[in-house]
T-cell receptor, first 114, second 110 residues
Framework: SQTIHQWPATLVQPVGSPLSLECTVE??????LYWYRQAAGRGLQLLFY??????ISSEVPQNLSASRPQDRQFILSSKKLLLSDSGFYLC?????????????FGEGSRLTVL | AQRVTQPEKLLSVFKGAPVELKCNYSYSGSPELFWYVQYSRQRLQLLLRHISRESIKGFTADLNKGETSFHLKKPFAQEEDSAMYYCALSGGFGNEKLTFGTGTRLTIIP
């Protein structure tokens, strides 16, 4: 069966420090991978998605970047965090299959920037 | 551009009463529509998708292309339906972006 792992679960970082959130998927190959930010009143905001290694689509210009160094690994990064980067980040995957299209979510990473 | 609108941030319904969570979308092609749910302390998960035409936990949703809507309905609310509900849209094969609405928090009053 497929599983998705996301870490760290919680993170407290000072303004200006770097960030690295990691997401890995097991039990499948060539998944589509997604990073979302979940905020009260704003719902789920799509940040990045990837359809293959090294292929990243950015949805929102911001202080963050994403990379996909391996087929089942998706990393969210920042060189210098801002206060506004605080939030709950969700990684998700889906198989490219028109019959299902279901998105499977990780447990999320809560980032607090002080 | 693709967009999903959920006009209600909060919705409270008495147990046993009908429930309707509204969702409208904007997309120029043929969309795939979904409803996702997040129960307290659980992961966000798929509730149903329009292509399956299924009823899950008593919920149904019909895609109305004329009104560009995909409202979620249940005839008799149950306390365990209290959760956060998100409507989502995908453009399907070749368009892998999955866009979510802002969500509606449903509270069932005992």
């Amino acid at each position: 069966s497929q599983t998705i792992h996301q870490w760290p679960a919680t993170l407290v970082q000072p303004v200006g420090s770097p960030l690295s959130l990691e997401c890995t998927v097991e039990g499948t190959s060539n998944p589509n991978l997604y990073w979302y930010r979940q905020a009260a009143g704003r719902g789920l905001q799509l940040l990045f998605y990837s359809v293959g290694i090294g292929q990243i689509s950015s949805e929102v210009p911001q202080n963050l970047s994403a990379s996909r160094p391996q087929d089942r690994q998706f990393i969210l990064s920042s060189k210098k965090l801002l206060l506004s980067d605080s939030g709950f980040y969700l990684c998700a995957w889906r198989q490219l299959d028109r019959a299902t299209g279901e998105l499977f979510f990780g447990e999320g990473s809560r980032l607090t920037v002080l | 551009a693709q967009r999903v609108t959920q006009p209600e941030k909060l919705l409270s319904v008495f147990k046993g009463a009908p429930v309707e969570l509204k969702c409208n979308y904007s997309y120029s092609g043929s969309p795939e529509l979904f409803w996702y749910v997040q129960y307290s302390r659980q992961r966000l998960q798929l509730l149903l998708r329009h292509i399956s035409r299924e009823s899950i936990k008593g919920f149904t949703a019909d895609l109305n292309k004329g009104e560009t809507s995909f409202h979620l309905k249940k005839p008799f609310a149950q306390e365990e339906d209290s959760a956060m509900y998100y409507c989502a849209l995908s453009g399907g094969f070749g368009n892998e972006k999955l866009t979510f609405g802002t969500g509606t928090r449903l509270t069932i009053i005992p």
